[in-house]
């Protein structure tokens, strides 16, 4: 018995651990919820889901299968040939045959090499377009949100979900997956091969294995928690980038770099102590393996050292020089791809976890959808009416309270009112960006729920007070990347606006280099630019929220011109604070909390003397001291 005090000794060492590991697991169990090991969705309604973007590939991924068990003959076959070499070399031998064995050996390494090249090679592939498919569902999934959804949702959360998360998805199908099942081949494969050379030793060697389930199992509650809270703090930080370098104009006018520097680096070390803590936990885990692959082999060689090396039996199996070798070998290749199923789970745990973030953006359902019988409309007259109108962004607290009005084909019909009385609301409301609760909105008669939205939405042109211009050139924002276009077509409807007077000073014309948000523009030039964009696409209501706002008055005198030629185009629905762009309008709507005080023409709403008369008389009596001051 005291020739076995050397492994008795290093069990009770390994045992030590499995204690200690155990009652740490076991303080950590009951705080599952707290610590956020849970997730709302299964594992088993993730791969399913995402089984439906690997599918289309599924010949793909079984060649790789194919290929993957070609190449794992490599590691099979590597110990026993070294073990045949190691039994060859330790009397006199033909050098033929010492050529033949490392021959032998070369061809499996070859062979095993070029599979791996394939291998990844066909994944890679495979991978980006599973990784393309699922960005351009989720990119459109997001663009069929709601108004009210998207406000909801931090830009740069949506920009974590689009760009990194599906990232690690598509490492999942081009790596995760596929080395998982190598390494479960190998390890089966590795124990048949181990049995069937000594099956005393590979008892001695699956003693250690419970160990190791246990400490990987134990691993992998740690690792769950620390890899969300990775991926948690991560975009944290890309929400807060997103949203202050988009206003880092606002921080330098008021001096809050410092401010802004403090938080950022608050959440820097809060991402920081998360990935220390994922460190700390492979930092703990991966030695563990390592101690129990080290003690197996310490064993096996002490046991070798004990005399059986010269063929003596051992549990009734013959122990020889050749058998110790490959046996050392098989260890490694036994461990080895057990320590990476274990990590590779967890990074399959932080890649389902990726899979729950995006599918909870795919459980998002719009708020704004075409009914099932929507139908498409060619072409409207431009008649709008409201009955009856009642819309709340919060439940309970209504923005519009019962508001009727008529708007005739190609009239031109503004909205005045004192800010948060509901002017954009309505214009809102016609393109569908949001429903109504109550009441009733017709285009030609016809209830807009019951069109389509896309085909309602390509009538309208609106131009709005804070135009977003995109990264590309002059021309591409105002086409809006449609083809369809011809140079002429694009110059004539800037002439229309007189937004051919700017871009005619650039070099480069309508390829003039347009930055992020047309920061390389003033907001007049921005503004006519939104104008031409409305134009060239012919739309038959036109909506313009605050369009004039940002226009010095010399320019607004072109727009006016250019509003009155754009009468002729269609119905017009304008909001602006400036009576004089209105004083024209076949309708002016006078609002006020959600409700109508009165309507009627410029010189109707005068006579009356009401609200719309006191606005008037009041900007009057401004511009008239502007005027004296000048």
């Given amino acids: ?8 000794i290093v069990g009770a060492i390994i045992g030590v651990f499995a204690i200690v590991f155990v009652v740490a697991y076991l303080g950590v169990k009951n705080k599952k919820e707290a610590l956020g090991f849970n997730r709302h969705i299964p594992d088993g309604e993730i791969i399913r889901r995402l089984a439906k973007y690997a599918l289309p590939y599924k010949k793909e991924f079984a060649l790789v299968l194919v290929i993957m068990l070609v190449s794992i003959s490599y590691e099979l076959a590597a110990p026993l040939i070294m073990g045949r070499i190691e039994e060859l070399i330790k009397d006199r031998f033909p050098l033929s045959s010492l050529y033949r064995w490392v021959g032998l050996y070369v061809s499996f390494l070859i062979v095993s090499m070029l599979c791996t090249y394939f291998q990844s090679i066909i994944l890679q592939k495979t991978g980006q377009k599973v990784l393309s498919a699922l960005r351009q569902d989720l990119f459109t999934h997001i663009e069929s949100l709601s108004h009210d959804q998207l406000n909801k949702i931090p830009v740069g959360k949506l920009v974590t979900r689009v760009a990194n998360d599906t990232n690690a998805i598509s490492m999942m199908f081009t790596n995760i997956l596929v080395n998982m099942a190598k390494n479960v081949f190998i390890v089966v494969g590795v124990l048949a091969a181990m049995l069937m050379l000594n099956y005393a030793l590979t008892l001695m060697i699956l003693c250690f294995v419970p160990f190791l389930v246990l400490f990987t199992l134990i691993f992998r509650k740690f690792t769950r928690k620390v890899y969300r809270v990775v991926k948690d703090r991560t975009t944290d930080i890309n929400t807060f980038l997103s949203e202050n370098l988009s206003g880092i104009k606002i921080t330098q006018i008021f001096n809050q770099e410092q401010r802004k520097l403090d938080e950022f680096l608050e959440k820097s070390q809060q991402l920081k102590k998360a990935k220390q803590n994922q460190i700390f936990v492979f930092s703990i885990f991966r030695p563990m393996v390592y101690m129990l692959y080290i003690s197996s082999v310490l064993c096996l060689l002490y046991m070798g050292g004990r005399g059986y090396i010269r063929n003596v039996t051992f549990m009734g199996q013959t122990l020889s020089s050749g058998v110790i070798v490959s046996f050392y070998m098989y260890i490694s290749k036994f461990f080895n791809p057990i320590q990476n199923l274990a990590e590779q789970f967890n990074m399959l745990q932080s890649a389902f976890a990726s899979a729950e973030k995006i599918f909870t953006v795919f459980d998002m359902v719009p708020e704004v959808v075409d009914e099932p019988d929507a139908i498409e409309l060619d072409e409207i007259r431009g008649e709008i009416e409201f009955q009856d109108v009642w819309f709340s962004y919060i439940p309970g607290e209504w923005v519009l309270k019962g508001v009727s009005f008529h708007v005739h084909p190609r009239q031109t019909a503004a909205f005045v009112g004192a800010t948060g009385s509901g002017k954009t609301t309505i214009l809102s409301l016609i393109c569908r960006n949001y429903d109504i609760q109550k009441g009733r909105i017709l285009i030609d008669g016809i209830d807009i729920k ?5 085909s309602l939405r390509k009538h ?24 369809s276009f011809t140079d002429d077509e694009i110059w004539n409807a800037c002439r229309y606006v007189n937004a051919d007077s700017f871009i005619n000073k650039f070099e480069q014309g309508l390829d003039e280099p347009v930055r992020e948000r047309g920061s390389n523009f003033s907001a007049g030039q921005r503004q006519l630019l939104s104008f031409a964009r409305t ?14 706002a940002n226009i010095d008055t010399e320019t607004e005198i072109l727009i006016q ?12 629905l304008i909001v602006a604070h400036r009576l004089s762009t209105i004083q024209h309008a076949d309708n002016i709507i006078v609002l006020n909390r959600g409700e109508i005080l009165e309507q009627g023409t410029h010189q109707e709403l005068l006579h009356k003397k009401g609200r719309y008369y006191q606005l008037y008389t009041l900007q009057y009596s401004k511009q008239q001291l502007k005027m004296k001051g000048a």
Avoid at 460 to 483: A, K, Y
Avoid at 561 to 572: A, C, R, V
Wanted: net charge negative.
């Fill in 460 to 483: 309208f042109g609106q131009m709005l007070q804070d135009v977003f211009l995109f990264s590309g050139t002059i021309r591409g924002n105002i086409v809006l990347r449609e083809e």
């Fill in 1 to 8: 018995m005291r020739e076995y005090l050397p492994v008795l």
């Fill in 535 to 548: 134009i060239i696409h012919r739309p038959e209501v036109m909506i313009l929220d605050e369009a004039t």
């Fill in 561 to 572: 011109d250019s509003l009155e030629k754009m009468k002729s185009i269609g119905t017009m």
């Fill in 450 to 454: 019951r069109i389509k939205i896309s």
